[in-house]
Every structure is written in structure tokens, then in C-alpha cells.
């Protein structure tokens, strides 16, 4: 899961993740990659921002393993290889790889 928080809709940081990750969809399927966001100042926005420790003010992107913990934070947009280096290194991933048995 990755999770993106902005203080606004129209963040820029916010903008530039989005047409990334719209550039990849196929991999982000592939790897069960499913993107939450928490805009602006509304209840559900704060109690995510809350959940993970970020920032209302700032743009943040988190992703979160299979397992519920955070695996990488970032202030600025996070290039999807970088994403997909890291979901890929994942041991749950890694057996999703290998397939059955």
C-alpha cells in the first residue's frame, strides 16, 4: 500500500506522484499496489496522518508492506522503480514470485 498525504489537492508534490504512478499501472497491479490518500484537513485525512506519525502541512509518501509496517517515507514524490525495487525485495512479494509450489 502506499500512502499519499498532501495538505491540499492541488500539491504539486502530490500531482507529480500521481502521474507516475498513472504511468504504471500494469506494475502496480501486478504487485498489489493499492494507493490511499489523505488531502486536506478532514477527519479520515487526520486519523491516517495520525496512524503513521505525518505531517498535515507537507507532502509525504509511505509505503506500507503486506506485513502493516512502514517500509519507506518520503518527502518528495517516490519514482515508481524505487517502488517496485522495494515492494520486489519484499519476502511476501519474493513468494508471490516464485508461485506455487
Known amino acids: 500500500m502506499l500512502v499519499l498525504s498532501a495538505p491540499e489537492a492541488g500539491d504539486a508534490q502530490l500531482r507529480a506522484q500521481r502521474a507516475a504512478l498513472g504511468s504504471v499501472r500494469t506494475g502496480a497491479a501486478e504487485r498489489d499496489l493499492v494507493v490511499l490518500e489523505a488531502i486536506g484537513s478532514g477527519a479520515e485525512a487526520r486519523d491516517l496522518r495520525d496512524r503513521l506519525g505525518l505531517p498535515a502541512d507537507s507532502f509525504r509518501a ?30 511476501m512479494r519474493r513468494s508471490e514470485m516464485r508461485g506455487p509450489r
Open 62 to 91: 509511505v509505503l506500507i508492506g503486506k506485513d502493516g509496517g512502514a517500509k519507506l517515507t518520503a518527502a518528495t514524490p517516490i519514482a515508481p522503480q524505487t517502488l517496485f525495487a522495494m515492494i520486489d525485495a519484499m519476502p
